[in-house]
């Protein structure tokens, strides 16, 4: 059976080699008798799935040493409220406004501490990224919060922020919830890191943080326990019991990452020279169109969710239908800003975009 390519944002797509080995040890892992959600998770079974998990991530990601990865839960949501309780000081945060999620980040911080607004492109609908040279920052923040690929808006970071050379010493905190792992990531310029699973990694429920040591042990009292980083930190993230099944197929996916390969490069670095190709090519189908159009900045386009329009949106039903049609789902745009898009993650094959970009030229060729 070939499965139909799924362009959802989120929960999206996971890689089928990842699909078919869960499902080949659903009913017994590596001959314990027991599926991985019947194990306890202090159990040596479950202990070397999640070892395993997260020194596969360190890896694949080149986490220095002075960095702790934590397996949460909540979502990218909660950490909008578990950065400010751990990072804040109950001072004061400054946030650069680039789409939706980061607007979303700075309204809950703003329970928390103090807000400011650094750099907002809401005047550009979030087409454009602030030149971090323009950004107002305060010498005295306790972090500077960015997302790093704006799921909804389509736009991202290709260089973070060199926070230091802007004449802040504030740690950058980054939502990578929709690109970690699709490219490398810097992390000296780096102070925390927190992404959901379910666009990149694996499924929902389980949460990645990533934090230099320095960072923990400032939580404000009013922070709940399971979410105090540095208790789960000092319970390697089973202070409550964690999302096991959740962080099983997480490992899975990276193990699937490490054995990736384009050319020379591995794991991250060849899903990055893929992801690059991928929208490449959708990218120019889009701008080489008369009937679609992406209105994103060129040097902030993101790899990995593409929203675009149709130029006469009474046409925007009959495409969708037309995708299902030839396998191709979930297409539509996400709500608050209409029209199309297409999330192009590390398990969507070449092969996927290649058929949407073969369809969207058959479409337009109807449309006369
Ligand atoms: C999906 C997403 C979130 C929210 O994740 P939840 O798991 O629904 O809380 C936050 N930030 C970004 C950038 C996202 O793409």
């Known amino acids: 059976m070939t499965r139909p390519f799924n362009f959802s944002a989120g ?50 990601l080149a986490i220095p040493k002075d960095f702790r990865i934590l397996f949460m839960q909540g979502g990218g949501l909660a950490e909008n409220a578990i950065v400010p309780l751990n990072l804040s000081r109950g001072a004061s945060a400054d946030f650069v406004i680039t789409g939706s999620w980061s607007d979303k980040s700075q309204k809950e911080a703003r329970k928390y501490c103090d807000v400011q607004i650094a750099a907002s492109t809401a005047s550009s ?105 540095k208790t789960v930190v000092d319970n390697q993230s089973m202070y409550n019991t964690p999302p096991t099944y959740a962080i099983y197929i997480a490992g899975l996916t990276f193990q699937w990452l490490k054995r990736q390969q384009d050319g020379e490069a591995t794991g991250v670095a060849a899903m990055e020279k893929r992801n690059q190709r991928k929208a490449q090519q959708l990218y120019d189908a889009i701008d080489q169109s008369q009937l679609y159009v992406n209105k994103v900045s060129k040097d902030c386009r993101s790899r990995m969710n593409v929203p675009f329009f ?51 030229q058959e479409f337009e060729r109807t449309q006369s």
């Open 11 to 60: 929960p999206a797509n996971l890689p089928e080699e990842v699909l078919r080995q869960a499902a080949a040890e659903m009913l017994d892992w590596n001959g314990s008798g027991m599926s991985v959600m019947e194990m306890s998770h202090r159990g040596k079974e479950f202990v070397s799935i999640y070892e395993n998990a997260e020194a596969d991530f360190r890896e694949l």
């Open 125 to 229: 609908d979030y087409t454009s990224l602030p030149l971090p040279a323009s950004w107002d920052l305060r010498r005295d923040a306790s972090y500077v919060h960015i997302c790093s690929n704006e799921t909804i808006n389509g736009v991202e970071f290709h260089q973070l922020p060199d926070l230091k050379s802007l004449g802040s010493d504030a740690p950058l905190v980054i939502d990578f919830s929709s690109h970690v792992a699709s490219r490398p990531v810097d992390w000296s310029k780096v102070g925390l890191a927190f992404g959901g699973a379910q666009k990149n990694l694996g499924p929902a429920g389980v949460t990645l943080v990533v934090v230099r040591e320095d960072l923990l042990g400032h939580a404000l009292p009013i922070c709940p326990s399971a979410f105090d980083y």
């Open 310 to 360: 149709l130029r006469d949106e009474s046409r925007n039903e009959a495409f969708l239908a037309g995708a299902k049609a030839h396998g191709l789902l979930q297409l539509k745009g996400h709500k608050s800003v209409g029209g199309m898009r297409a999330s192009l993650y590390n398990a969507m094959p070449i092969e996927g975009v290649q058929a949407l970009v073969a369809y969207m």
